[in-house]
């Protein structure tokens, strides 16, 4: 197992037990290059549809930073700490028709550019 | 003529981008990107602008204009970085030492009453808004979910909210409030320092 999927794991049973404002149905632990050159450390949580347009900003924020709190105290007791942010993004996989984009088509070749 | 960039008006932009009010019908992935973007930008220029009045009180629009171009994204995003680090339990022992008197400054800063919350909501929403404007602006693999749009106008939203209150808290004799502007005149210093200061266009 190597180091990245040990925290994933760590993040996921923790995730699993910790009582969330929000309940991500799952995780996924991967690095990022942030604006400064600098790796860091990057939760993607899938969160279930939300009750209205969108989450609950103050109940979304508190279940990024917990959980951002939670991987920094792991990788710093791991020593894995990169340089960079920890960002958790959130997204869904329950999306309606409605609320999910057009693809963008290209151009005909009558259209200008 | 001085036309300020306010960030009330950027964040009007980005609600009618995501379709805050839209009606049933699939959104277009072009204003999703533009929504989370200018999102982002409305939390920019709110940094900004308060950091050039944290610097010149008294500046007219023309020089607040003019310093407020001091800032870069990367400025503000290393010193939102340092904001976090503040927050969190780490001993300043165990922080590195390019960011440890910074760290220390803005624990020093806030009197004893910790980091404001509300601070740490404009950091971590600058960082998280700030990579979710990259993804927008640039990845061609990007989320195209209206309630993921949504939820960053929410966060900037959120954010520049927050920072109405640090600023207006200088204002306020009540201890834990001017503990609290002092820390978010700390951070906008600090966000100077790192974009490098002063500079001509």
């Not at chain 1, 028709?97 to 151009?107: I, S, V």
């Not at chain 2, 680090?85 to 910790?114: C, F, P, T, W, Y």
């Not at chain 2, 009540?174 to 266009?201: E, I």
Request: charged share 25%.
């Amino acid at each position: 197992m190597d180091r990245s999927e040990e925290l994933n794991e760590r993040v996921s049973t923790w995730v699993d037990s910790a009582e969330l404002p929000i309940q991500p149905k799952r995780i996924e632990l991967s690095t990022f290059e942030d604006a400064l050159g600098q790796d860091g450390w990057q939760v993607t949580i899938t969160l279930p549809h939300p009750i209205g347009s969108t989450w609950d900003q103050e109940a979304l924020f508190k279940t990024r930073r917990a959980i951002s709190n939670e991987l920094d105290r792991i990788t710093a007791e791991l020593d894995a700490g990169l340089p960079g942010s920890t960002l958790v993004n959130a997204t869904t996989d329950e999306a309606l028709d409605d609320e999910t984009a057009l693809e963008d088509t290209p151009p005909t070749e009558t259209e200008e550019l | 003529m001085t036309r300020p960039i306010y960030a009330d008006t950027l964040l009007k932009t980005a609600s009618n981008l995501a379709g805050v009010k839209a009606g049933a019908g699939r959104p277009a992935l072009a204003d999703l990107r533009r929504a989370t973007s200018t999102a982002y930008y409305a939390l920019f220029h709110q940094i900004t602008r308060h950091g050039a009045y944290n610097f010149l009180p008294n500046a007219s629009e023309e020089v607040a204009a003019e310093i407020s171009r001091w800032y870069s994204h990367t400025g503000i995003l290393r010193s939102a970085q340092l904001v976090i680090k503040a927050q969190s339990n780490a001993s300043l022992k165990s922080i590195g030492k390019d960011d440890r008197s910074a760290v220390m400054a803005l624990r020093e800063a806030s009197q004893g009453h910790g980091i404001p919350s509300k601070l740490i909501v404009v950091a971590d929403s600058f960082q998280s808004l700030q990579n979710a404007r990259h993804r927008a602006d640039y990845d061609s693999i990007y989320d195209p979910f209206r309630p993921v749009t949504l939820s960053h106008v929410a966060d900037a939203t959120a954010a520049v909210k927050a920072s109405w209150w640090l600023w207006r808290s200088k204002e306020l004799v009540q201890v834990k409030r001017s503990a609290a502007h002092a820390t978010y005149s700390c951070f906008l210093s600090l966000a100077m320092m790192k974009s490098g200061g002063p500079k001509g266009r």
